[in-house]
């Protein structure tokens, strides 16, 4: 245990001034959402009501920790396991998809030639665009799953197949000087070289997933979820509870973000990359 | 050997999110007794999800019980009367900035005036079938909710049109009211935050009768009061409850020159957005400043009030009764105790429809929990 403190101190000592900004910035936030609040608050105005302050929604958010909100009447935690059942299945379906995809198309001309029109006009469509339809065709379940699964397929397919394409030719031929198989070729050149442009589209796509997610749920918002539940709050006018979920969704969302970075280190270090 | 760490860790990872969710989702659960379930869903497509099978049920405004009905895919469990009779439904809110603006008193007592003529002549037309105002009220309630003759004929017959402010009316709020603290949607406190003593002093003071009792004397007007400046009006899509402004503002019901809101002098539009998808929208919308005058449900019209502090007072009532909860022909479901593991379709937890079933279903010892 002791070098792992000792590096962390090293880590606090070397980089003190950038810590305590980052405490500062948040800190700085902090008191301007307060501030407005007092201001709407000192006024009289209305707007107090819909940008309550900090310590209220803090107030909410642990109220919401042990017990069901009283106008859903569903845990919070529940919603939250909704919300993340659907982007794990998303992401999982996504990648599985994309990452075949992405490697033959950044690879191979005629997968190129006929995967690259239809990519191109799908792609630029919105995922939220297809939230109607979705719901319909896929009902209130899998409809949200398959938006979320449109919004990180396309970063995921775009980074691999950029990655694909953009492997170094001198090393493809340097493998195949050495006898590499066209597989070899792929398992040790092309598929490691496209991996932090893997990451780059995971990342990506998972911020989209969760955007996707709380849309695709307020518009669906049956079977629950945190866009659920930010929708409810809203209509009862329950701000403070409203801005909790929004706060959980921020948390959530740097979680998984975080989560994949951490994959992200362990496979290059893995990999001898870094 | 990389590509399978990198898949390994990628299955891991998902395998563990899921896993984590749903434990935390059974261990903080509380054990399920007598429930019965509900989807949120927009009343027009409440219909269609009873026939694909996707709800058991359904709880609406009409004219969606009667479409069911007349189609013959749904009948009534259970008319909203039966759960509280005469229970108010929708009411007129007119906005205090509104009230305080320039005529906003005048204004609001001459749409008033329409109001009440309005809900007068639909009253009579009901009385004679046979009459040609009868005719052109199933015409343009046809037209207002986009619903052919026969569904909104026997719509007509379970909801009752009512502009007055009684004690009825009153003593519902109440319960209303009584029935949120009581589930802890709002709290004692927080009505005295905005200012009333109690329940009792809330529902007194956020009624105000007095536009209508001065609306009895208002007379027609040559002139139109506010020609370039007209009521932002919201309402509800398709909502045959609100049928009171529609037929204020057609002309064919003075014969064709000019409509109830003209005679009485005033200029009425419909507001930015409107027709609105359910009452939390309305209030939403007087609370940005985008309506004046709105007709919506009761029990928006009350918690968005306490818990948003949207400034609006209720100057009259549109309907009481009007809604139904639907089951398919030959449904197995005879009672609401048949309802327990089913799911329910309802407008949203706002509702009034939503209030009536949990009402309801607690008096059964059931519980209305989110199908998740």
Not at chain 1, 246 to 264: D, F, H, K, R, W
Not at chain 2, 161 to 178: C, G, N, T
Not at chain 2, 336 to 342: A, G, H, K, Q
Request: charged content about 20%; overall charge negative.
């Amino acid at each position: 245990m002791e070098p792992v403190v000792e590096r962390l101190l090293k880590e606090v000592r070397a980089r003190w001034i950038e810590l305590a900004l980052s405490m500062l910035s948040l800190a700085v936030f902090v008191a301007a959402w307060w501030t407005l609040h007092w201001y709407f608050e000192v006024q009289g105005s209305i707007y107090a009501e819909y940008v309550p302050s900090p310590g209220s929604v803090w107030d909410a958010l642990w109220g919401l920790i042990d017990k069901a909100d009283p106008y859903v009447g569903v845990y919070i935690l529940d919603h939250v396991a909704s919300s993340l059942e659907r982007i794990a299945l998303g992401f999982v379906l996504a990648l599985a998809l994309a990452i075949p995809a992405g490697l033959l198309m950044g690879r191979l001309r005629r997968p190129h030639a006929i995967g690259r029109p239809i990519v191109e006009v799908f792609r630029p469509i919105p995922p939220l665009a297809w939230i109607p339809i979705f719901l319909i065709i896929f009902g209130v379940f899998i409809g949200p799953v398959a938006i979320v699964f449109l919004g990180i397929f396309f970063p995921v397919l775009f980074n691999v197949m950029l990655g694909a394409r953009s492997v170094d030719p001198t090393l493809v031929d340097a493998a195949r000087t050495m006898g590499a198989s066209r597989l070899a070729l792929f398992e040790k050149v092309v598929f490691p070289y496209t991996i932090p442009y893997l990451m780059t589209g995971i990342k990506v796509g998972l911020g989209i997933g969760w955007m996707c997610i709380v849309a695709a749920e307020m518009v669906a918002a049956e079977g629950g979820g945190i866009g659920y539940f930010i929708l409810a709050m809203a209509e009862f006018s329950a701000y403070e509870e409203m801005y909790a979920g929004m706060v959980i969704i921020g948390v959530l969302s740097a979680l998984t973000t975080g989560v994949a970075g951490l994959i992200e280190g362990f496979v290059y270090k893995r990999m001898g990359m870094d | 050997m990389e590509r399978k760490v990198l898949v390994a860790v990628a299955i891991a990872v998902a395998v563990v999110v899921i896993i984590g969710a749903y434990a935390a989702t059974v261990l903080f659960r509380e054990s399920k007794g007598g429930d019965v379930y509900y989807l949120r869903t927009a009343p027009a497509n409440m219909a269609a999800s009873l026939e694909s099978g996707s709800v058991d049920a359904y709880i609406a405004w009409e004219p969606f019980v009667s479409e069911a009905v007349v189609g013959g895919t749904g009948e009534v469990l259970m008319w909203s009367d039966e759960v509280m009779p005469n229970h108010p439904c929708c009411v007129v809110a007119v906005s205090n900035d509104f009230i305080e603006g320039a005529d906003g008193v005048e204004l609001t007592q001459r749409f008033l005036k329409a109001h009440i003529e309005a809900t007068e002549w639909m009253l009579d037309a009901l009385e004679d079938p046979d009459g040609s105002n009868y005719t052109l009220l199933i015409t343009l309630a046809s037209e207002f909710t986009a619903r052919n003759a026969s569904i909104v004929e026997e719509a007509l017959k379970h909801l009752e049109f009512r502009y007055q402010v009684d004690s009825q009316f009153i003593s519902a709020l109440e319960e209303f009211v009584d029935l949120y603290v009581e589930t802890n949607q709002t709290t004692e406190e927080e009505i005295q935050d905005r200012g009333y003593s109690s329940v009792s002093d809330l529902v007194e003071r956020y009624v105000n009768e007095s536009y209508l009792e001065a609306a009895a004397g208002i007379q027609p007007s040559a002139t139109i009061l506010n020609p370039d400046d007209p009521i932002r009006l919201g309402y509800l899509l398709g909502d045959l409850h609100q049928l009171a402004q529609f037929v204020a503002a057609d002309d064919r019901v003075l014969g064709g020159s000019e409509s109830l809101f003209e005679r009485y002098g005033v200029n009425v539009e419909p507001a930015a957005g409107a027709p609105y998808a359910n009452g939390g929208i309305v209030m939403d919308n007087f609370a940005a400043g985008n309506v004046d005058i709105g007709y919506l449900g009761a029990p928006p019209a009350l918690i968005k009030h306490i818990k948003g502090g949207v400034d609006v007072v209720l100057v009259a009532q549109a309907n009481i009764e009007g809604s139904g909860l639907v089951v398919e022909v030959g449904s197995d479901i005879q009672s609401l105790e048949d309802l327990v593991n089913r799911t329910v379709a309802t407008p949203g937890e706002t509702s009034i429809q939503h209030l009536l079933l949990r009402i309801a279903l607690e008096r059964e010892g059931l519980d209305l929990v989110l199908k998740t």
